[in-house]
């Protein structure tokens, strides 16, 4: 199977700090991961996508200098949340695409509270 | 702009019964539907799938109906057990070079024992 490993599943930062979440691939090599970011009772909706080597695409309205994406490796993307401050609180997740019928995998999730 | 809807917030059925959930999409360029599942604080695990060029996927007791020229998808699930009750999300992608899924808002299933 096909397995999304995403650390921390929880945390908790002061405002103004940054915060690196990270996404893991462990059984399979994957060109693109994306990064969604899901409110309570509401859709997940997707911040940006992410591919090997090359620099994230990032959907409209989203800030790509506060939500950094780095993808260096074909099993590691990580999201940074940079000077966080209340209102990104949420729960962020990502998903790693294997080129498979339903290949898309899906990280636990992080739950980020900014106090 | 919402491309993928579920008009459906919550749907309760009984154990033993059928479970439908609909999803409608604006785009036409979507050409790959997925329904996931989804625990508080998880993240979704596929379901199934099913390509534009089919009508009809079945996986035991998942059955995904897709009515291109309704923009109309369907879940259905029979028989609906308990354990199935969770957020299901339709999404939505077009094969192009960026593969991204969008969701819909998602539809809260109960299946009362």
């Known amino acids: 199977g096909a397995v999304v490993s995403q650390h921390p599943s929880r945390v908790i930062c002061k405002s103004g700090t940054s915060v690196k979440i990270e996404c893991r691939s462990l059984?399979?090599?994957?060109?693109?991961m994306f990064w969604y970011r899901q409110f309570p009772k509401q859709s997940l909706m997707l911040m940006a996508t992410?591919?090997?080597?090359?620099?994230?695409?990032?959907e409209q309205g989203v800030e790509k200098d506060k939500f950094l994406i780095n993808h260096a490796s074909l099993t590691l993307s990580t999201l940074t949340v940079t000077s966080a401050h209340p209102e990104d609180s949420s729960f962020y997740i990502c998903?790693?695409?294997?080129?498979?019928?339903?290949?898309?995998?899906f990280g636990s999730g992080t739950r980020l509270t900014v106090v | 702009d919402q491309q993928v809807k579920q008009n459906s917030p919550s749907l309760s059925v009984q154990e033993g019964r059928i479970s439908i959930l609909n999803c409608d999409y604006t785009?036409?360029?979507?050409?790959?539907f997925l329904w996931y599942k989804k625990y508080p604080a998880e993240g979704p695990t596929f379901l199934i799938s099913?390509?534009?060029?089919?009508d009809k996927n079945e996986d035991g007791r998942f059955t995904v109906f897709l009515n291109k020229s309704a923009k109309h998808l369907s879940l259905h699930i029979v028989p609906s057990q308990p354990g199935d009750s969770a957020v299901y999300f339709c999404?939505?992608?077009?094969?192009?070079?960026?593969?991204?899924?969008?969701f819909g808002s998602g539809t809260r299933l109960l299946v009362r024992p």
């Open positions: 998903s790693a695409r294997k080129a498979t019928v339903g290949g898309y995998t």
């Open positions: 059984d399979f090599q994957a060109t693109t």
């Open positions: 992410s591919n090997e080597g090359s620099k994230a695409t990032y």
């Open positions: 785009n036409s360029m979507f050409d790959y």
């Open positions: 099913i390509s534009s060029i089919k």
């Open positions: 999404a939505a992608s077009v094969r192009d070079s960026s593969y991204k899924l969008i």
